[in-house]
């Protein structure tokens, strides 16, 4: 989940999402094993749940679950999030037709029935997906939920003038033509009049797709397609008291500051294959400073943080010192990269952008990062390794993690002569100012492009203005921006939940562009448009293998990271694991205390 979604609006909620979550923890009252073999104060052991479950038998019914978070979300509104954590968390008082596998690691990215009894009846060469709903689904005043309130709840996502920010997939997918209007606007009388969707009785849903997409289920997976009962539908305000078809409902919440989640007194464990409901209540603090939201892990005040990006630097020191069995290392799903806009010269030019690949230095930029542990393993390609397709380090096709680690200069000066710049060029790396690890990232890079000729300017921009700024290809020509820092993660575990935005020339916006680098190659808009039409598994993987390996012999990217935190997880919980469903981060839906005290 990442950094941003689709459009350019939903990556950087998602970047937001990501970035501005923190962990999911509670702390340990004592040290913790550096060998991580646990600890005496019932801390599973470091890296104990990173893709495997951590006491997996010890959870209790009851108690309270105590998350602490940095960042408020988005937006509680199941159409309208667009963090990851949001994603995570919502599933708490939100269900879909089908949801990620409450699984550890790769598992976790698979999908499950949820609402629905089983997988979608997939018919009329993938145009056509078939639900049936389960028995027993009911909102929290006990009346059931239906198909019309599972179609009513994705129309909302039509209504982005309303109801802005969330991933707009579903509305592309179904109604490219943009015919539909919404809910809001809809002139028939049962405001349900999206043709794309048919509801012939309470328990049968019927989507109709104009041409077919391979992710249409994981779509439908995505929090947006959640049910939402029109006559609980309060528009804009919705997500200040979401109507909750899950296991918990909202009590109390104050924006930027509390939410306190109770039992749903009418959901039933018969009719969810899914959720747990382990604890008797969820909360979350949100805290306006970091150091404080660790300390509160640390001193066990908190069970986790719900942000899911990492420990601030203070805090993990402490932790790593102190408290290491009480702490996960995971892969997150974002890459952090560097990437050269082909309308800023000389990077029109394929060996100007192999100069710059070859020679910075990519151990320097790793611990900018944050080093092995905090940063992530160095990046030698742009598929994160939890996506099929993905092949981690293995692909390393300008020897990123090898003979090139540290730089090449000679190879660089080659390529330099090769795009007629023998003698280096002059160009800006553009940084947001609110990323300090970025900074420090640009600042590694300038420092080894020295060692080759190239002059880098470092130039700082506000990162709430991303979507004008670096977004808007003109400003970047204008601005001469030839080095643009950013990071990505998925909406969903595939290479178009990953790569459509930054890749497919489609998606070249004026404003809110995320396809920096400006590629516009015919045989990777291709293999995507195949991709959509392939619906075999291994197909599906193997096309994504290519469309990264075009993209690499592109040279449109410097990959720095593939990002790793160090997230913190009390010693009162119990079934704790990560999972690539939700980018590395804990899957929170199913946590429960040791102890119900």
Not at 57 to 63: E, H, I, R, T, V
Not at 195 to 212: C, G
Not at 347 to 365: P, Q, T
């Given at each position: 989940?990442?950094?941003?979604?689709?459009?350019?609006?939903?990556?950087?909620?998602?970047?937001?999402?990501?970035?501005?979550?923190?962990l999911l923890t509670t702390a340990a009252c004592g040290g913790g094993d550096d060998n991580g073999g646990g600890s005496k104060t019932g801390a599973a052991g470091f890296d104990a749940a990173n893709n495997k479950v951590a006491q997996a038998d010890l959870a209790k019914k009851g108690g309270t679950?105590?998350?602490?978070?940095?960042?408020?979300?988005?937006?509680?509104?199941?159409?309208?999030?667009?963090?990851?954590?949001?994603?995570?968390?919502?599933?708490?008082?939100?269900?879909?037709?089908?949801?990620?596998?409450?699984?550890?690691?790769?598992?976790?990215?698979?999908?499950?029935?949820?609402?629905?009894?089983?997988?979608?009846?997939?018919?009329?060469?993938?145009?056509?997906?078939?639900?049936?709903?389960?028995?027993?689904?009911?909102?929290?005043?006990?009346?059931?939920?239906?198909?019309?309130?599972?179609?009513?709840?994705?129309?909302?996502?039509?209504?982005?003038?309303?109801?802005?920010?969330?991933?707009?997939?579903?509305?592309?997918?179904?109604?490219?033509?943009?015919?539909?209007?919404?809910?809001?606007?809809?002139?028939?009388?049962?405001?349900?009049?999206?043709?794309?969707?048919?509801?012939?009785?309470?328990?049968?849903?019927?989507?109709?797709?104009?041409?077919?997409?391979?992710?249409?289920?994981?779509?439908?997976?995505?929090?947006?397609?959640?049910?939402?009962?029109?006559?609980?539908?309060?528009?804009?305000?919705?997500?200040?008291?979401?109507?909750?078809?899950?296991?918990?409902?909202?009590?109390?919440?104050?924006?930027?500051?509390?939410?306190?989640?109770?039992?749903?007194?009418?959901?039933?464990?018969?009719?969810?294959?899914?959720?747990?409901?382990?604890?008797?209540?969820?909360?979350?603090?949100?805290?306006?400073?970091?150091?404080?939201?660790?300390?509160?892990?640390?001193?066990?005040?908190?069970?986790?943080?719900?942000?899911?990006?990492?420990?601030?630097?203070?805090?993990?020191?402490?932790?790593?010192?102190?408290?290491?069995?009480?702490?996960?290392?995971?892969?997150?799903?974002?890459?952090?990269?560097?990437?050269?806009?082909?309308?800023?010269?000389?990077?029109?030019?394929?060996?100007?952008?192999?100069?710059?690949?070859?020679?910075?230095?990519?151990?320097?930029?790793?611990?900018?990062?944050?080093?092995?542990?905090?940063?992530?393993?160095?990046?030698?390609?742009?598929?994160?390794?939890?996506?099929?397709?993905?092949?981690?380090?293995?692909?390393?096709?300008?020897?990123?993690?090898?003979?090139?680690?540290?730089?090449?200069?000679?190879?660089?000066?080659?390529?330099?002569?090769?795009?007629?710049?023998?003698?280096?060029?002059?160009?800006?790396?553009?940084?947001?100012?609110?990323?300090?690890?970025?900074?420090?990232?640009?600042?590694?890079?300038?420092?080894?492009?020295?060692?080759?000729?190239?002059?880098?300017?470092?130039?700082?921009?506000?990162?709430?203005?991303?979507?004008?700024?670096?977004?808007?290809?003109?400003?970047?020509?204008?601005?001469?921006?030839?080095?643009?820092?950013?990071?990505?993660?998925?909406?969903?575990?595939?290479?178009?939940?990953?790569?459509?935005?930054?890749?497919?020339?489609?998606?070249?916006?004026?404003?809110?562009?995320?396809?920096?680098?400006?590629?516009?190659?015919?045989?990777?808009?291709?293999?995507?448009?195949?991709?959509?039409?392939?619906?075999?598994?291994?197909?599906?993987?193997?096309?994504?293998?290519?469309?990264?390996?075009?993209?690499?012999?592109?040279?449109?990217?410097?990959?720095?990271?593939?990002?790793?935190?160090?997230?913190?997880?009390?010693?009162?919980?119990?079934?704790?694991?990560?999972?690539?469903?939700?980018?590395?981060?804990?899957?929170?839906?199913?946590?429960?205390?040791?102890?119900?005290?």
């Amino acid at each position: 989940m990442t950094t941003q979604r689709t459009s350019g609006r939903r990556k950087q909620a998602l970047a937001a999402a990501i970035g501005v979550a923190a962990l999911l923890t509670t702390a340990a009252c004592g040290g913790g094993d550096d060998n991580g073999g646990g600890s005496k104060t019932g801390a599973a052991g470091f890296d104990a749940a990173n893709n495997k479950v951590a006491q997996a038998d010890l959870a209790k019914k009851g108690g309270t679950l105590k998350f602490g978070a940095a960042q408020d979300a988005d937006s509680w509104d199941t159409t309208r999030g667009y963090y990851g954590f949001m994603w995570n968390f919502s599933r708490y008082y939100s269900r879909q037709l089908v949801t990620f596998k409450t699984a550890p690691g790769q598992e976790g990215a698979t999908l499950t029935p949820d609402l629905a009894t089983g997988l979608a009846k997939v018919s009329d060469g993938g145009k056509t997906y078939t639900y049936t709903l389960r028995d027993g689904a009911t909102w929290e005043d006990g009346k059931p939920v239906t198909s019309k309130d599972v179609k009513y709840g994705i129309e909302r996502v039509w209504a982005q003038d309303v109801l802005s920010g969330g991933p707009t997939y579903l509305k592309d997918v179904l109604d490219p033509k943009g015919e539909y209007k919404g809910p809001y606007k809809d002139t028939s009388a049962d405001k349900l009049g999206l043709k794309a969707i048919e509801t012939p009785d309470d328990k049968t849903i019927v989507f109709h797709l104009p041409t077919p997409n391979a992710d249409f289920e994981a779509m439908v997976g995505l929090t947006s397609a959640s049910p939402v009962r029109q006559d609980k539908d309060t528009k804009s305000k919705y997500g200040l008291h979401p109507f909750s078809s899950g296991p918990y409902k909202f009590q109390s919440y104050s924006p930027g500051k509390s939410l306190t989640l109770v039992r749903n007194e009418n959901w039933k464990q018969s009719s969810d294959p899914v959720r747990k409901a382990y604890p008797d209540k969820i909360t979350v603090d949100i805290f306006s400073n970091a150091n404080d939201l660790d300390q509160r892990l640390i001193t066990g005040d908190l069970d986790l943080d719900i942000n899911q990006t990492g420990m601030s630097p203070q805090g993990r020191t402490t932790a790593l010192k102190q408290h290491k069995a009480n702490l996960d290392n995971p892969v997150s799903g974002f890459i952090r990269y560097a990437v050269f806009p082909q309308s800023v010269k000389p990077f029109d030019n394929i060996h100007c952008r192999k100069a710059v690949i070859l020679g910075a230095d990519h151990e320097s930029l790793q611990t900018a990062r944050g080093g092995p542990l905090a940063g992530g393993d160095i990046g030698t390609n742009m598929l994160p390794p939890g996506i099929p397709g993905g092949e981690g380090q293995k692909y390393d096709p300008y020897q990123l993690n090898g003979a090139n680690k540290n730089g090449n200069v000679a190879q660089a000066k080659e390529e330099l002569k090769q795009c007629g710049k023998p003698n280096g060029f002059s160009t800006t790396i553009a940084v947001r100012n609110n990323k300090p690890v970025e900074v420090a990232t640009a600042q590694s890079l300038q420092a080894s492009l020295k060692k080759i000729g190239v002059n880098a300017q470092i130039h700082q921009y506000d990162g709430s203005q991303t979507a004008g700024i670096i977004g808007s290809p003109s400003n970047v020509q204008k601005k001469g921006f030839g080095i643009i820092i950013m990071g990505w993660g998925a909406d969903f575990p595939s290479v178009q939940g990953f790569g459509l935005p930054l890749w497919d020339s489609k998606y070249i916006l004026e404003s809110g562009n995320n396809n920096y680098a400006l590629i516009k190659d015919k045989s990777i808009d291709g293999l995507f448009d195949q991709y959509n039409k392939t619906l075999d598994d291994a197909g599906k993987t193997q096309i994504a293998t290519q469309i990264n390996h075009k993209v690499m012999d592109g040279a449109y990217y410097l990959p720095f990271v593939f990002e790793k935190f160090i997230n913190w997880r009390s010693s009162r919980l119990a079934n704790v694991y990560t999972t690539d469903g939700y980018s590395g981060q804990y899957d929170f839906v199913n946590l429960g205390l040791k102890s119900a005290s």
